[in-house]
């Protein structure tokens, strides 16, 4: 089992910054890729961005191209977003979540996440 847990939500202006982190506990060996994730109200939960295993390759939804940075540090365990020139409509629980035994951004795509956190709130 692998537990997740987010931090570093918060109410943001307009053009302003955010760092999540999703610390990762329990089985986190081998290393799997992670992505984040996002629901605003009333929607469905979208994909914001995936990370490989060792951090190599990334993806981002094209929503977020340009203003957000996924990156992990295994040594801590631990994944972050960086969130630059944040938008009204970026508001929304963002989770963060990890595959089991997934290792690329393909595979995490294709396979969905089998472990989530239990949400940050950002508001813009």
């Known amino acids: 089992q692998v537990q997740l847990v987010e931090s570093g939500g918060g109410l943001v202006q307009a053009g302003g910054s955010l760092r999540l982190s999703c610390l990762a506990s329990?089985?986190?060996?081998?290393?799997?890729?992670m992505g984040w994730f996002r629901q605003a109200p009333g929607k469905e939960r979208d994909i914001v961005a995936v990370?490989?295993?060792?951090?190599?390759?990334?993806y981002y939804a094209n929503s977020v191209k340009g203003r957000f940075t996924i990156s992990r540090d295994n040594a801590k365990n631990t994944m972050y977003l960086q969130m630059n020139s944040l938008k009204p409509e970026d508001t929304a629980v963002y989770y963060c979540a990890s595959a089991r035994s997934k290792f690329t951004v393909t595979a995490f795509q294709s396979s969905g996440p089998d472990y989530w956190g239990q949400g940050t709130q950002v508001t813009d």
């Open positions: 329990g089985r986190t060996f081998p290393r799997v890729a």
């Open positions: 990370i490989s295993d060792s951090g190599s390759t990334t």
